[in-house]
């Protein structure tokens, strides 16, 4: 592995169908195909922001997997390190097209291929080559294997001295329960440097109420930069040394939330990555969140570093 890569992550990609119209998904016929999942939404937001990143999974020798591993390369996302099985299929999803609020979506993910993602997986070249590490829960939650991935993942940066992000990402129709999926991601919390809940994610996962009270309680238990997502306001941020609010972004019109956490971390991390002031870095969060809501897809309001300067230019 010669080539040096500014950010790695892992999850499970899927293929994703998205409604052309609204209505019940059983009555709509018409869709779209696009990648999804919360992972690959990030490498590609890093990667359209011009910085080396590297995504790891294990795919379905099958359709699905050519076209996760075509749209990812499509994106000047690094896949050296992606493995391929005939034994298991790649996962996929389907979502409603909705006028507001948050669309339905229903996975077709069980026994998938990235849930077989294994330590015999672990490329630790691949991993050694990349200077900062994000990680959500999701796959904490898809199988005990990957479980023992994301923990092997995050110890293994700390102890060559990387950095390592965590969004929480719950999804709690993946975990047998509430208090199996609270301990498991609080445990993961001591193993990061950047720590990303949304408020509500951070209420359920502490029984702490406010953004201030959630921070310090992961300051406290080893991360050194805790960011609140606070919707529509902004957001909330803390480390040792210093604190405060950052205005959100207006928004014109919402048209699809799904992402809008990944976007908030692409422009986190791009900005820390960059060495810009934590204030700067949540604003960029801030922005590149406010455009995620704004466009139909997962991904498609990930903006250029062209895009994003504008964006955040006509703001006053």
Known sequence: MSKHLDAVTFGEAMAMFYANEPGPLSEVFSFSKALAGAESNVATGLSRLEHPTGYVTKLGKDNFGEFIAQAMNKENINTESITYTNEYSTGMLIKSKVLSGDPKVEYFRKNSAASKLSLTDFDESYFASAGHLHVTSISSALSKNCHEFSIHAMDFMKSNGKTVSLDPNLRPTLW???????????????????????????????????????????????????????????????????????????????????????????????AMLEKLPVAEAVKRGNAIGALAVMSPGDMDGLPTREGLAKFMNQEV
């Open 176 to 270: 047998p329960d509430t208090e199996t999926m609270v301990n498991t991601i609080n445990d993961l919390a001591t193993r990061c440097d950047w720590f990303l809940p949304g408020l509500s994610e951070g209420r359920i996962l502490t029984g702490l109420d406010t953004p201030e009270e959630i921070a310090a309680y992961y300051l406290a238990r080893g991360a050194s930069l805790v960011v609140i997502k606070l919707g529509p306001e902004g957001a909330y941020y803390k480390t040792s040394e210093q604190e405060g609010y950052v205005q959100g972004f207006k928004v014109e019109e919402v048209i699809d939330t799904v992402g809008a956490g990944d976007g908030f971390a692409v422009g986190v991390i791009s």
